[in-house]
């Protein structure tokens, strides 16, 4: 079975500019967790997406947004970019809820390199 | 912030028992552990959870103490293939924001030969 797929899986940018970062969760899952992953640090949460609603958003500014879509699939959008912003970003998909007996399963993310 | 502390990082022999410490004291009751585990370049892979019961699987065992304060991540006969950053989390019940994952620093296993 296919896992969590996400795409592209290397982007270069400028600041200022703005990017689109796409993943499709596991099959039959349909809650969506995004994570930012600087070098040398642990993943950081940004949203979560159940039933194409916002369940959770961590500390982050406004340029940073995201949706679902009906089959599951999200985006995650950052605009006004900044060197900051280079990083992994990771998607995670989970049955349910994304309750907390139900693993988050991880993609193997996009790098975003800011220039 | 993390409510879990793990040391920086470990060694172990290729084929022995991979013996993983994770100290969480203030885990409140509806906590449960998980650990995940990120090899270079890739995004983190889920091990294992538990709640107050030991738990395996094919991958790993997971001992936690009966008080819940703190569990180990039990890799029984270690590959190289198992270099890598090992996370110890406490995720509560609750979805949402509540549900996401607060990743700490990890323990930093080297397998070698």
């Known amino acids: 079975d296919a896992g969590v797929t996400q795409s592209p899986t290397h982007l270069i940018k400028t600041r200022g500019q703005h990017v689109t970062l796409r993943c499709s969760p596991i099959?039959?899952?349909?809650?969506v967790s995004w994570y930012q992953q600087v070098l040398g640090q642990g993943p950081q949460f940004i949203f979560q997406?159940?039933?194409?609603?916002?369940?959770g958003r961590g500390n982050f500014p406004d340029r940073f947004s995201a949706r679902q879509f009906p089959n599951y699939s999200s985006e995650l959008n950052v605009n006004a970019l900044l060197l900051g912003d280079s990083a992994l970003y990771l998607c995670?998909?989970?049955?349910?809820?994304?309750?907390?007996?139900?693993?988050?399963?991880f993609g193997d993310g996009t790098r975003l390199s800011i220039l | 912030d993390a409510k879990t502390t793990q040391p920086t990082s470990m060694d172990c022999a290729e084929g022995r028992a991979a013996n993983l410490p994770c100290n969480h004291s203030?885990?409140?009751?509806?906590?449960?552990v998980y650990w995940y585990r990120q090899i270079h370049s890739q995004g983190p892979q889920y091990i294992i959870h538990?709640?107050?019961n030991n738990e395996t699987n094919e991958m790993a065992s997971l001992i936690i103490t009966e008080d819940r304060k703190s569990s180990t991540l039990i890799l029984p006969h270690a590959t190289l293939r198992d270099t890598a950053v090992y996370y110890c989390?406490?995720?509560?019940?609750?979805?949402?924001?509540?549900?996401?994952?607060?990743f700490g620093k990890g323990t930093k296993l080297s397998v070698k030969p």
């Open positions: 995670a998909s989970s049955g349910g809820q994304g309750m907390g007996n139900q693993p988050q399963h």
């Open positions: 099959s039959g899952h349909k809650s």
């Open positions: 997406y159940y039933e194409k609603e916002e369940r």
């Open positions: 203030t885990i409140s009751g509806n906590e449960y």
């Open positions: 538990g709640l107050k």
């Open positions: 989390i406490v995720r509560p019940e609750g979805g949402g924001s509540q549900g996401n994952l607060i």
